[in-house]
Structures are given as structure tokens and as C-alpha cells.
């Protein structure tokens, strides 16, 4: 398992691991719940962060990622 994104809303989480699952990459979420923390834990800490299981897809969804991020997806 590799975290291959961090958001800082868990609306842009979901749509990094729709986009990756779009794709056939198994992804997830960690930190979904933590916003509510945020004050009491650094707030990086608490952003939602996409993790994808096959270490091996890395480099693939970090290219999809960066196409998002890019305006391309």
C-alpha cells in the first residue's frame, strides 16, 4: 500500500480515488473522518489522504494524478 495523494477536502479525496478506480487502480481513504480533529492535531495530519493497494501502480497513478491536476482529466 502507497499514499499517493493528500487533499486538503475530502470532496477532492473522493474524486482522486474515483478517477484511479476509473482507471482499474484499487484505492482508498484514510483519514475521512479527521476534520473534525483539526485544532487539536496539526491540520495536515487530519486532510483525507488517497492510498492505493498495488504498490506496483505508483508510477501509473501518480501520472493519472498529475494529469488531474494538470486540467487534463
Not at 499514499?3 to 484511479?20: D, N, Q, S, Y
Request: glycine letters at 8%; hydrophobic letters at 40%; zero cysteines.
Amino acid at each position: 500500500m502507497k499514499r499517493v495523494f493528500t487533499a486538503p477536502t475530502i470532496t477532492e479525496a473522493h474524486l482522486i480515488r474515483g478517477i484511479l478506480e476509473s482507471e482499474g487502480i484499487e484505492a482508498f481513504l484514510k483519514n475521512e473522518h479527521l476534520s473534525g480533529l483539526a485544532g487539536g492535531i496539526p491540520f495536515m495530519e487530519a486532510w483525507p489522504e488517497v492510498w492505493i493497494i498495488d504498490d506496483d501502480e505508483t508510477e501509473h497513478a501518480e501520472a493519472i494524478i498529475t494529469d488531474y491536476q494538470r486540467g487534463l482529466k
